[in-house]
């Protein structure tokens, strides 16, 4: 705790957005280049260096955060390196893309702005790179054990890396033909440009893991015989089996998934392709789900120059502030954000509601309905109350010639036949079924991530990658000094 008055005479202060009608023209990060470093030192200052540090409960990782938030105060950049380091392998990743739990848990976020720790976490991070700070790892010795790794997502690499830097020979197999899962191919490059992925494969390439890209365990590769190649199995293939909305109408052209539309606008960043066949370019876009996923369908429509975007969210339109009843602290409140995708709809008047905001709150898809050449045209819509029930005469028909459907996952996607093959046994909702050490129930297969503990946030998913990570290389070795966060039981923090 460099300054013991910080929190009392230094106001939050977060990472700048660069100007709207600036960053709606590429697709390079939101934020300003270069301006999180001069201001994130007095931030770090803010943090009370609490006796008990709720913001560790709030994080899956168990992160040291007044620790490195006291380091980066003295600007020792190596140290804060160090301890970021220790329990978070990507934090480049969720300093961009974690919703920030942890600063829900902030003691300071009492009665005041929390400390902007996910900003810091990305300052440690940049700055670990730009320095050298981050070289790879490399075993001292093998231990002559094979791992295979199915996905090669946030949970997939954080088990690699861990796996490999205790010595194990690790494979990561990849159905699409990059790494990354969906930080690839489902985060758009505003919120997370690629070259932070790349630079990480090539960190864990250099420690000596393997990859395996176009290859669909289960079709490409039987899972019989990568079971008879390898010593331990860890699923982690992610959550990728959209759930769908059955309404009348959905048969008809125009209407996709938003994961069918993100990975072609990711494509064209990747410069697959010179425009994607799905763009939204001079198209009226509705979005079905308040979600980020949603979100981020919003801020790539924008990009795309569409005439007209909104999204749809069941959900009632939240507070401004937590609701103490409901969500005290340190729970994560569900309260009004407005994330860069919806600043930049409402700056550019895209969005058609009248408090020009590009979210219609409390609205629930009754059909569609399409033109002759059986293409979708419009989506009509009601207003439901708390229970999801129609509010009478509340019905409304948005113009719509693309409609994107964000509305979650249920599990992991089974055409490829990997769990049937494989004899896993499922939980009623799909997910991978694990005990309490991560194994499934075929001896050597174990499970982790969103394919057992289904759609999460990605800070849970690295934590769920280092804790499989020391199940299984206490399943080869009979101990472990790996560490491991969490139990596949644990759950975020709520009420």
């Known amino acids: 705790m460099a300054d013991p008055k910080g929190f009392m005479t230094t106001p939050r202060e977060e990472w700048p957005r660069r100007p709207v009608e600036e960053r709606v023209r590429d697709w390079d990060e939101v934020y300003v280049p270069g301006a999180l470093l001069p ?5 770090a200052d803010r943090c009370m260096d609490c006796g008990v540090p709720f913001c560790h409960d709030a994080c899956p990782l168990g992160n040291l955060i007044p620790e490195w938030n006291d380091l980066v105060s003295r600007e020792d950049w190596r140290a804060a390196s160090d301890r970021l380091h220790a329990t978070n392998n990507f934090p480049e990743f969720t300093g961009r893309l974690c919703p920030a739990p942890c600063e829900a848990g902030c003691v300071l976020a009492i009665n005041q702005p929390a400390v902007t720790i996910k900003n810091v976490e990305c300052a440690i991070a940049d700055h670990a790179w730009a320095e050298g700070l981050a070289s790879p790892r490399p075993p001292e010795r093998l231990s002559g054990r094979t791992v295979a790794v199915i996905g090669s997502g946030p949970t997939g690499l954080a088990t690699a890396q861990q796996l490999t830097r205790a010595g194990h020979t690790v494979a990561v197999y990849e159905k699409d033909d990059r790494l990354g899962g969906l930080m690839r191919y489902g985060i758009p490059e505003f919120k997370m440009q690629k070259h932070h992925l790349e630079r990480r494969l090539d960190q864990m390439r250099a420690e000596g893991t393997k990859f395996r890209t176009s290859v669909v365990v289960g079709r490409d590769l039987r899972a019989a015989e990568l079971r008879a190649r390898y010593d331990a199995v860890v699923i982690a293939t992610g959550a990728t089996a959209w759930r769908e909305l059955s309404v009348p109408g959905r048969e008809l052209d125009g209407i996709h998934q938003a994961m069918e539309y993100l990975p072609l606008a990711n494509r064209v960043c990747e410069g697959d392709l010179a425009e ?16 980020d996923t949603g979100a981020d369908c919003l801020g790539t429509a924008v990009r795309q120059r569409a005439a007209s975007v909104t999204q749809l969210d069941i959900y009632a339109q939240p507070g401004a502030e937590r609701d103490e009843d409901v969500e005290p602290w340190p729970t994560y409140p569900k309260i009004y954000r407005l994330s860069a995708a919806h600043e930049e709809a409402r700056d550019l008047e895209t969005a058609p509601s009248a408090d020009a905001d590009a979210r219609l709150f409390a609205a629930s898809t009754l059909r569609f309905t399409g033109d002759a050449s059986g293409h979708v045209r419009s989506l009509h819509l009601v207003e439901v109350d708390e229970a999801r029930r129609p509010v009478p005469e509340t019905g409304r028909t948005l113009p719509a010639d693309l409609v994107l459907l964000a509305l979650g996952f249920s599990g992991p996607d089974r055409k490829d036949g990997l769990l049937d093959q494989l004899g896993v046994a499922t939980e009623p909702r799909g997910t991978v079924s694990r005990d309490t050490g991560f194994a499934t129930n075929v001896p050597g297969v174990f499970a982790a991530g969103d ?30 000094q790996l560490p491991s966060p969490i139990s596949p039981h644990d759950r975020p923090m709520t009420v």
Do not use: N
């Open 39 to 43: 201001i994130i030192s007095k931030q």
């Open 276 to 291: 994607s066949p799905m763009s939204a370019a001079g198209k009226h876009v509705v979005i079905v789900g308040g979600g």
């Open 451 to 480: 394919a057992a503990r289904g759609q999460s946030l990605i800070v849970w998913a690295i934590a769920e990658g280092r804790a499989v990570a020391a199940a299984v290389d206490r399943y080869l070795t009979g101990s472990s």
